[in-house]
């Protein structure tokens, strides 16, 4: 059966999983990020997080407050834990060094995997949709991928300030 629904996915799935593997994967190494594109990651991901929700539910409100929730709670817990300590912000380059990471390639594939496998569920089993352990399980997944994407950023963002904040202060000085 497994062989059945990959011989049934479209092409482009294939290469969407591909194009995030490869960026999930660019992220093991230490590298340079700038503001704009740790910025931009958690709002795509979000997207796509959201577009999974609604995707399967519709606007229903049920599924985005689960999805709101789970993204909430996961956010306050990251936030609450430190970032690496090799993970600098050059103020004059706008850019960060951050250490390299397994978690943006989990949470990518998670995402990926989520919305692979709801999508293969419906299309064998439809009458999964109202399912109301569906309802809950699936929003509070795609919510935790995101609180973590965007508590991520704003660890980044509030190091950003601190060091904007240090060198003015330095400047004033």
Do not use: C
């Not at 996915?9 to 740790?38: C, D, I």
């Not at 919305?115 to 064998?124: E, N, Q, R, S």
């Amino acid at each position: 059966m497994l062989m059945q629904i990959i011989l049934h996915t479209p092409k482009w799935v294939f290469a969407v999983f591909f194009l995030l593997l490869w960026l999930g994967a660019r992220q093991l190494l230490t590298n340079e990020v700038s503001l704009t594109r740790v910025t931009l990651m958690p709002v795509a991901m979000g997207g796509l997080s959201v577009y999974g929700v609604v995707s399967v539910f519709g606007d229903s409100f049920g599924p985005l407050l689960g999805w709101a929730a789970a993204a909430a709670v996961m956010a306050a817990l990251v936030l609450q834990r430190p970032l690496h300590a090799a993970t600098r912000y050059d103020a004059a380059a706008r850019q960060f060094q951050v250490a390299g990471s397994p978690v943006p390639l989990m949470l990518m594939m998670g995402i990926f995997l989520t919305k692979y496998v709801v999508g293969a569920t419906l299309a064998m089993h439809p009458e999964m949709r109202h399912q109301p352990v569906l309802a809950l399980v699936v929003p509070a997944l795609y919510g935790a991928f995101t609180g973590v994407f965007v508590a991520r950023a704003v660890r980044l963002w509030k190091l950003a300030i601190r060091t904007d904040a240090m060198s003015a202060a330095a400047r004033a000085a």
